[in-house]
């Protein structure tokens, strides 16, 4: 179980490329809006596994199965958010209830919601605490995916995380 801590800058859901710091995210931000091309948003097929390769350890995949944002699956969880979180934590294959704490629920939801609603990129920065008692500054970037150009369908997620310093529990 991880907690979010109230964030020192504030969260960035409408965002400017530059806001983004980390070179990690802004190249994944690079290679969302190339499979975009002209569209919107583009399709989960138009992404390529191969081509994510350095991303991947750190990636989320969040579907939303009955179109309807509250009944979302985790299809996919890199195995460093998975390190971070605890490994009892795994999300693969599951939906809300995969979020334990309360606090979890109060600050991820919201998040992804924009992105489900509005069908735009949205980028954010805050503080967390991981299972093992560790503070990190998260940075998330969470990108919409449609198979018809038009309806959010999954969320392509990617977190990377900085320590801070150790805490005791």
Do not use: C
Not at 9 to 35: C, N, S
Not at 108 to 129: C, T
Not at 131 to 144: C, F, N, V
């Amino acid at each position: 179980m991880s907690v979010a801590l109230p964030s020192v800058a504030p969260a960035v859901a409408m965002f400017q490329e530059t806001d983004i710091r980390d070179p990690r995210l802004k190249a994944l931000h690079a290679y969302w809006k190339g499979k975009a091309g002209a569209r919107r948003m583009p399709a989960r097929r138009d992404l390529d596994p191969i081509e994510m390769k350095e991303w991947l350890g750190n990636l989320v995949l969040v579907e939303f199965p009955t179109g309807r944002f509250i009944e979302f699956r985790y299809r996919l969880e890199g195995t460093r958010i998975e390190e971070f979180y605890g490994h009892d934590a795994r999300r693969t294959g599951r939906g809300v209830e995969a979020m334990t704490a309360d606090s979890e629920r109060k600050a991820v939801l919201p998040q992804w919601e924009i992105v489900f609603d509005e069908g735009r990129p949205a980028y954010y920065e805050s503080d967390i605490l991981s299972s093992e008692g560790k503070l990190a500054r998260q940075a998330k970037l969470l990108l919409p995916l449609s198979d018809d150009g038009e309806h959010v369908n999954m969320i392509l997620g990617a977190i990377y995380f900085r320590p801070r310093l150790e805490l005791q529990r």
